[in-house]
């Protein structure tokens, strides 16, 4: 049985918050294109929320 949709298993993303090489269908994130585990997904939005509400 094949794997639709999946990416080929040499192929690794990079997290844009750590920036740490992660195989995507690994990765527990909500945006599992852009980040290799949950901790980095809350750890950049909670970042993010916070330089907006700086900025107002």
């Known amino acids: 049985m094949t794997n639709q949709g999946s990416e080929p298993p040499g192929k690794a993303h990079i997290c844009i918050w750590c920036e740490s090489q992660y195989a995507q ?3 527990r994130a ?3 294109e852009l980040f290799c585990s949950q901790k980095c ?3 950049a939005r909670y970042w993010l929320v916070s330089e907006l509400q700086a900025l107002a």
Do not use: F, L
Request: proline share 11%; aromatic share 0%; no cysteine.
């Open 41 to 43: 997904e809350v750890e």
């Open 25 to 27: 269908p690994e990765s």
């Open 30 to 32: 909500r945006s599992s």
